[in-house]
């Protein structure tokens, strides 16, 4: 008796939650992980689920001749394998027969078609897939395999609330955390890289304080609008000016509101920016630029009061490490064959999946597989429409072939985890 993973990815795909709000998805993760026999957690971090298989043939074993086991701890090398299940607010238009029509009401109280426009789906299906193939193989390894099911990865959060409600203390502590994220490459394809895989990113709202008064009268104001103006045409010689040609920042200004009537010079303005860098060091450069010029150009407006700059959500770098990460294509290599590894480059996206290497303080192997029809794959290769004809994450016409994606996903995880465990 086995799973039928693609009933299970297509009811998934069809019941999509958002972020946070994940129970029946979760509901569905940890029943199939006690089925295969995993100790089960639920409502960590809000909704998530961790799962925990300690596994030791020789102890089998021993139990067997009735030799008296020792202790209960953790056994052999601990390995975190993660996904994330939450859905986003985009309305499906992909036209499949088993697309989403869920709605939902998002924080904001605004009422949004939910889809897994970013195959968190997928992810849920190949972990439960490569599970339930772990557990057959239990005699071919040992150690302790912990299954991180986690929520809300699309608001940044899910793992440090998953953290936050102490999974490094309830659960077996990592030597080495693992996870995957189903991609616009070719089904069949791994993408992964050593170092920085994922940006880090910083949302930031400003609040530029200047003083109100008549439209007519701009002497007896200091404007927030030149001074936003300002702000915002500087900010862009961060990257020009300031940063090396070759490296990957982005700092985009995505909000502006102030005022209300041609006639009113209004007292502040507030923006909203989104940055990227591609590691820690940079991050720190930038953060330092992005907060002197805003300070600067409220200071050469006269303004009385300094701005206000608040984070909205940070995430770090996915940073791969280089020797873990070495051991896992070279799994790769075995599973798949060498040609189908490659190299992505550093994904601009940003992710949460590093908190729980970085909290923990061990390595993190993150990469992507492919999701895409190979032939259409090549075709809008060939004519040079990659980006115009393959829908990526987060598009309304997202849609992952279900096969040989499932397949490739769960062997993917297999290779990765058996690498690490004994
Ligand atoms: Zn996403
Ligand atoms: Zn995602």
Redesign the pocket.
């Known amino acids: 008796m086995s799973i039928d993973l693609e009933a299970l990815y297509v009811d998934l795909h069809s019941n999509p939650e958002l972020s946070f709000q994940e129970t029946r998805t979760a509901g569905i993760a940890a029943a199939h992980l006690r089925e295969l026999g995993l100790d089960v957690q639920e409502g960590i971090g809000r909704t998530g689920v961790v799962g925990v298989l300690t596994n030791d043939p020789s102890l089998r074993l021993a139990d067997a001749r009735s030799v008296q086991a020792t202790g209960s701890g953790p056994r052999g090398p601990v390995v975190w394998v993660r996904a994330d299940m939450d859905a ?1 607010p985009v309305t499906e238009e992909t036209g499949l027969p088993y697309a989403s029509t869920a709605v939902g009401v998002d924080p904001d109280g605004e009422t949004v078609g939910i889809m897994h426009a ?1 195959g968190h789906d997928m992810h849920v299906t190949a972990m439960i897939g490569a599970v339930e193939r772990l557990v057959a193989e239990r005699d071919q390894w040992s150690g302790t395999l912990v299954v991180i099911i986690q929520p809300a990865e ?1 608001y940044g959060e899910g793992a440090r609330a998953m953290l936050d409600d102490g999974a490094l203390n309830r659960f077996p502590r990592p030597d080495v955390v693992l996870g995957q994220h189903v991609g616009p490459l070719p089904a069949g394809v791994i993408g992964v890289r050593p170092g920085p895989q994922m940006s880090a990113s910083d949302g930031l709202k400003v609040v530029l304080h200047g003083r109100g008064g008549h439209g007519s009268r701009p002497e007896s104001t200091i404007d927030p609008i030149v001074m936003a103006a300002s702000t915002i045409m500087r900010l862009q010689t961060v990257v020009s000016r300031e940063v090396a040609a070759g490296d990957p920042v982005v700092v985009t200004v995505g909000s502006v509101h102030s005022g209300t009537k041609n006639n009113i010079i209004p007292a502040d303005a507030t923006l909203q920016l989104s940055l990227r860098y591609p590691d820690d060091q940079q991050r720190e450069k930038v953060l330092e630029k992005v907060h002197r010029v805003i300070r600067a150009e409220s200071a050469a407006s006269g303004a009385e009061h300094e701005p206000d700059i608040t984070t909205l959500h940070t995430l770090p770098a996915t940073i791969n490490d280089a020797d873990a990460t070495a051991r896992a294509v070279a799994a790769f290599h075995a599973a798949f064959g060498e040609q189908a590894v490659i190299d992505p480059g550093l994904i601009t996206g940003s992710e949460d999946v590093s908190w729980f290497a970085r909290d923990a303080g061990v390595p993190l192997v993150f990469w992507f597989w492919g999701g895409v029809d190979p032939q259409q794959f090549a075709a809008a290769t060939a004519k040079g429409t990659l980006d115009s004809d393959i829908p990526t ?2 598009s309304p016409f997202f849609a992952p072939v279900i096969h040989p994606t499932i397949e490739v996903g769960v062997t993917a995880m297999v290779a990765a985890a058996r690498e690490f465990l004994a």
Request: net charge negative; glycine share 0%.
């Open positions: 986003l970013c699309e994450n987060h």
